[in-house]
């Protein structure tokens, strides 16, 4: 069936240090894939998108790259800070149904 | 700015209650969701629909049904209210469909007694 996989459920880095949160996708003809970032308490807002006529977007200390061949996708943090702490959630859009799967999220918590 | 509510942030209903759970958006978008989000289970999607009067099933539409009479409102309905569907609810809304940007609502968190 359709689904979007995320990996690690959980990370811990030290402030300053990147962070790499992975997304595998089972539809071949998906062609938008979103992040959001939900802080603790807060809704989840999107940070950054790619479609699949791209393989990498950036936007300062934010990345990510879609491998269509392998259907995974990254999120790439780099120099982090604090208030990067949130759960993170990648996203697929399914062409059969129309519908945007989710994973199921990975906490990040930054330590300073 | 987009502006996403939910009628309520917290609800405590009984099992056997019927549940309404509101949504407004007030920026003319033509789409809205209704998602339901447990831990380790991510963002699931539960209604959605495209356009007034309309509406899709989602992954999980079971024991739920929606009502969208007015293109700014979206109602998720619990029929028969269960404990298994006690959850934080998020009701999100775009212009353009599922691969534009979608902006939730602060959820409502439903407790089911």
């Known amino acids: 069936g359709e689904n979007v996989e995320q990996h690690p459920s959980t990370l811990s880095v030290q402030e300053g240090d990147s962070a790499v949160i992975k997304c595998t996708y089972s539809d071949s003809a998906s062609n938008y894939f979103p992040w959001y970032k939900q802080e603790l308490g807060k809704r989840p807002q999107l940070i950054i998108d790619i479609r699949s006529n791209v393989g990498e977007k950036k936007d300062q200390r934010i990345a990510v790259t879609l491998n269509k061949t392998a259907k995974h996708f990254s999120l790439h943090i780099t120099e982090t800070q604090p208030e990067d702490s949130a759960v993170y959630f990648c996203a697929a859009s399914m062409s059969n149904t129309d519908k945007l799967i989710f994973g199921t999220g990975t906490r990040l918590q930054v330590f300073p | 700015d987009v502006k996403v509510t939910q009628s309520s942030r917290y609800l405590v209903k009984r099992t056997g209650e019927k549940v309404f759970l509101e949504c407004v958006q007030d920026m003319d978008h033509e789409n809205m969701f209704w998602y339901r989000q447990d831990p380790g289970l991510g963002l699931r999607l539960i209604y959605f629909s495209y356009d007034v009067k309309m509406k899709e099933k989602g992954d999980i539409p079971e024991g739920y049904s929606v009502s969208r009479e007015k293109k700014e409102r979206f109602s998720l309905i619990l029929e028969s209210a269960s404990t298994n569907q006690t959850s934080m609810y998020l009701c999100?809304?775009?212009?353009?469909?599922?691969?534009?940007?979608?902006?939730f609502g602060p959820g409502t968190r439903l407790t089911v007694t």
């Open positions: 999100a809304s775009s212009w353009g469909g599922i691969r534009y940007e979608q902006y």
